[in-house]
Nanobody
Framework: QVQLVESGGGLVQPGGSLRLSCAAS????????MSWYRQAPGKERELVAT???????NYATSAKGRFTISRDNGKNTVYLQMNSLKPEDTAVYCC???????????WGQGTQVTVSS
């Protein structure tokens, strides 16, 4: 059974850090381009960061310099290190897997990140 499970969210003060994890099961992570998205209340879902099968990375302007996406294919896990968090980073963060060699596209359920003092 294919599954993506996010963890690591929570409540953090402005300026703080969190590391999100996306654990994959039921498929081989190395085939997949992985992305983190977020959706804040009343807003559209937005792409935060992407890491290719070859570990090339891309970031939204809002994430550049503060967030780092990485992958550990041996652990079937993708990470999002978030530093210097701001209240506007508050959202549900979820990961997405896109098969680079086939039609598979999978989404996780998400983890809540709240940045507040």
């Amino acid at each position: 059974q294919v599954q993506l499970v996010e963890s690591g969210g929570g409540l953090v003060q402005p300026g703080g850090s969190l590391r999100l994890s996306c654990a994959a099961s039921g498929f081989t992570l190395s085939r997949y381009e992985m992305s983190w998205y977020r959706q804040a209340p009343g807003k559209e879902r937005e792409l935060v960061a992407t890491i290719s099968r070859f570990s090339n990375t891309n970031y939204a302007t809002s994430a550049k310099g503060r967030f780092t996406i990485s992958r550990d294919n041996g652990k079937n896990t993708v990470y999002l290190q978030m530093n210097s968090l701001k209240p506007e980073d508050t959202a549900v963060y979820c990961c997405k897997a896109v098969d680079g060699l086939g039609p598979g596209v999978y989404w996780g359920q998400g983890t809540q990140v709240t940045v507040s003092s």
